[in-house]
């Protein structure tokens, strides 16, 4: 079983910079496309950015294009998102999820799930 343990999350001001990272256990991460999605109370979970098991190609959401990069090390088993230029706007609990079958925004290809991480950015 894939276990995904994300963290970096906490508060900062708009226009800072934050990384989360997203440790995984149990299994290799390898062969795993892996994705992040971000969640806002009342709402549905959106998708933020994805990337291939060989981490060779990317897809992001408009929202954060240009904004955020998604990168991965297979030999840490990890996942990361770096967020530049953050903005009041996201705000969200961010999750880290691996991928079976497909990759990208669609979140019925993601077949684990970490617990998420808040990021709060105050203006």
């Known amino acids: 079983q894939l276990q995904l343990v994300e963290s970096g999350g906490g508060l900062v001001q708009a226009g800072a910079s934050r990384r989360l990272s997203c440790v995984a256990s149990g299994r290799a991460i390898s062969t795993y496309p892996m994705g992040w999605f971000r969640q806002v109370p009342g709402k549905e979970r959106d998708f933020v950015a994805s990337?291939?098991?060989?981490?060779?190609?990317?897809y992001y959401a408009d929202s954060v294009k240009g904004r955020f990069t998604i990168s991965r090390d297979n030999a840490k088993n990890t996942v990361s998102l770096q967020m530049n230029d953050l903005k009041v706007e996201d705000t969200a609990v961010y999750y880290c999820?691996?991928?079976?079958?497909?990759?990208?925004?669609?979140?019925?290809?993601?077949?684990?799930w970490g617990q998420g991480t808040q990021v709060t950015v105050s203006s």
């Open positions: 999820a691996a991928a079976h079958g497909g990759w990208g925004p669609n979140q019925a290809h993601y077949r684990y």
């Open positions: 990337l291939t098991a060989s981490g060779a190609d990317t």
